[in-house]
């Protein structure tokens, strides 16, 4: 949507729809609470950077849901399901140990998150598939791990969220 | 997406998906924001209406998102524009005297505003016209019908905005 600049009503619509507070989206963006304020009333300019910034990550998240959705399909056409579960993460921490490769695109659990629910309600509307995002617990998971003999990966961890559908 | 009982994570992910804060939902589900936050931490059932009335006004936000997107396509067919205004309310006063019609379904500006912005995306994406959000400044409007002799209507509001990209 880079094409020309946000008014900061845009700019604050753009914030809001990334599911992000404004301490969060300071903490993204690298400024204090008070200047995202001025820069959301219209106070004090936006910096290039911060729009290109959220304007990137909407993207990336819109790229990641088309993708995931197209992946999906074509799993769909070996293995019918009517349910998937989709891991998500309660804690920044938690988001942080795990997906250490996603921290340069989507660096905030806030986004994945936001990611996950645009994919969930995609594969709705368009495969009709219902995916359960599934908060990560760590006691549990490794539980399962331990019964199953699995070591720590994406696959565990999908396999661990199916058991708790 | 009303199949089944949404998670407590899921519903967070749907209020915050419809940019709305703690406060502005309790508002509209006409519930404290303590209880709010119970829901969302697992710790008391989502009401079954609660979940309802967020999934409902989702769908309604979708439904105008396509409809407008539809009208837009056809308009483009007899006056191609490069550049559209779309006419939004910086509050809840000059949202719910502008817009009466809207209230019982999307009670809240924040609402509207969701809905403008998945337009805007909408229509950047699929028919690669820039909508621009702009917040109505009744001074301004006010000055601009007396001009054009115009009275007060969607239609006025839609030119006010358009003099002003």
């Known amino acids: 949507m880079a094409h020309y600049a946000l008014t900061p009503f ?13 301490e969060k989206a300071a903490e993204l963006l690298k400024c204090s609470v008070a200047e995202l304020q001025q820069w959301e009333l219209g106070q004090l300019a936006i910096p ?6 959220l304007l990137e990550i909407d993207d990336i998240i819109e790229m990641q849901v088309l993708n995931t959705c197209d992946s999906i399909e074509a ?13 998500v993460y309660p804690t920044q921490a938690l988001y942080t140990q795990y997906n250490p490769e996603f921290l340069s695109s989507l660096p905030l659990t806030e986004l994945y998150n936001t990611a996950a629910w645009r994919i969930k309600k995609e594969c709705k509307l368009v495969l009709e598939v219902d ?3 599934v908060p990560l617990n760590v006691e549990s998971y490794k539980a399962f791990r331990e019964q199953a003999g699995l070591g720590e990966s994406r696959e565990s961890r999908a396999k661990w969220a199916a058991s708790q559908l």
Do not use: H, T
């Not at 845009?10 to 404004?22: G, K, N, Y």
């Not at 290039?48 to 910034?53: F, H, I, Q, T």
């Not at 799993?75 to 891991?87: C, D, G, S, W, Y």
């Open 10 to 22: 845009e700019f604050q619509c753009l914030r809001l729809s990334l599911s992000l507070s404004e």
């Open 75 to 87: 799993m769909f056409k070996k293995e019918p399901k009517r349910r998937l579960a989709f891991v």
């Open 48 to 53: 290039e950077l911060a729009e290109k910034k």
């Open 131 to 133: 995916i359960a995002l």
